[in-house]
């Protein structure tokens, strides 16, 4: 019989909510802030990875596709 292990996980917290980075960083011109939300092929990084809650996840994600719309940010790294 396989016996499992449980893993432990560490806590994931919202960078926000924390006072650690203050909300105003979220802006389509802060492009260097928002590509760390941002994987190597361009997908915007889910919110259960980063730990960043429901609300600023949207105000990240509408900031990025702002930032692509206006080619601050491409939507792809790679051809």
């Known amino acids: ?3 499992w292990r449980l893993r432990g996980s560490k806590k994931k917290y919202c960078p926000f909510t924390s ?3 203050p909300v ?3 802006d389509f011109k802060n ?3 928002l ?9 915007i990084v ?3 990875i ?3 809650k429901n609300i600023y996840q949207h ?3 509408r900031e990025i596709k702002y930032a692509r719309f206006l080619a601050l940010i491409p939507y792809c790294d790679r051809h």
């Open 59 to 61: 105000m990240l994600a």
């Open 19 to 21: 006072k650690k980075i």
């Open 24 to 26: 105003e960083f979220i």
């Open 31 to 33: 492009f260097r802030f």
């Open 35 to 43: 590509r760390k939300y941002i994987t190597e092929t361009g997908k």
């Open 1 to 3: 019989m396989a016996t």
């Open 50 to 52: 980063t730990g960043v």
């Open 46 to 48: 889910p919110s259960r």
